[in-house]
């Protein structure tokens, strides 16, 4: 069985400050993760995926993840955060093999960007 | 170029009566699904086809009939609606012979049960 937590259900930052969403996964082998993100009223967008290759993974619009297997973590950072940022952001975690098609989402994240 | 369609885009009907949400991709994919987002923004999936076969049915009722005419659609026909199956839903694709093969999503049919 797997899952995942988001660790706070709310963040909010100033405009220009770093953005961390926290996420916790368990599962019983090595998963792909990955992180959605969904503007108002729009559908889910992939922001970037971990599956077993580098550790520190890069996405799209400066935001990277780093998996710790020791900590079954993977929190999603940004350096600045952008007025476009705000959004809510999904924690996915998929079952290794190819095939598996079943994916299982956090709560979310919604985030707020203060100017 | 959209990746995958859905229509309607907004859904407004009364209480009994039945709907049908249609949904496409055009990215070759062989795996589709539908999800349903409640009002606290969770997603859970209904239903999953690969190549046409119906591979995932979560415990959903069946009032909602999933149907899968070739694999770039995947239609979803909810019968006798009722307020609770208001709710966004999204339909995505992906392929399925790599694990590393992430699901697209539509931008989802906001269905309003009145």
């Known amino acids: 069985a797997q899952s995942v937590t988001q660790l706070d259900s709310h963040v909010s930052v100033s405009e220009g400050t770093p953005v961390l969403l926290r996420c916790n996964y368990s599962?019983?082998?090595?998963?792909?993760l990955f992180w959605y993100v969904q503007h108002p009223n729009k559908g889910l967008q992939l922001l970037l995926k971990?599956?077993?290759?580098?550790?520190l993974v890069k996405g799209i619009n400066g935001f990277e993840a780093e998996f710790k297997k020791s900590e079954t973590s993977f929190h999603l950072t940004k350096p600045s955060a952008h007025m476009s940022d705000a959004a809510e952001y999904f924690c996915?975690?998929?079952?290794?093999?190819?095939?598996?098609?079943?994916?299982?989402f956090g709560k979310g994240t919604k985030l707020s960007v203060i100017p | 170029d959209t990746a995958v369609s859905q229509t309607p885009k907004y859904l407004v009907t009364q209480m009994g009566n039945d709907k049908s949400i249609k949904c496409e991709q055009n990215?070759?994919?062989?795996?589709m699904y539908w999800y349903k987002q409640d009002s606290k923004k969770f997603l859970k999936i209904m239903f999953s086809?690969?190549?046409?076969?119906?591979?995932i049915n979560e415990t959903v009722p069946n009032r909602f009939s999933p149907k899968s005419p070739d694999k770039a659609h995947l239609n979803l026909h909810i019968n006798s609606l009722e307020l609770g199956d208001s709710a966004v839903y999204f339909c995505?694709?992906?392929?399925?012979?790599?694990?590393?093969?992430?699901?697209?999503f539509g931008p989802g049919t906001r269905l309003t049960v009145t």
């Open positions: 996915v975690v998929r079952p290794p093999g190819a095939g598996s098609y079943q994916l299982t």
């Open positions: 995505a694709s992906s392929l399925s012979d790599r694990q590393s093969y992430e699901q697209y």
């Open positions: 971990y599956t077993s290759a580098a550790t």
């Open positions: 086809y690969n190549n046409k076969e119906l591979i």
């Open positions: 599962s019983s082998y090595s998963p792909s």
């Open positions: 990215l070759g994919h062989d795996t």
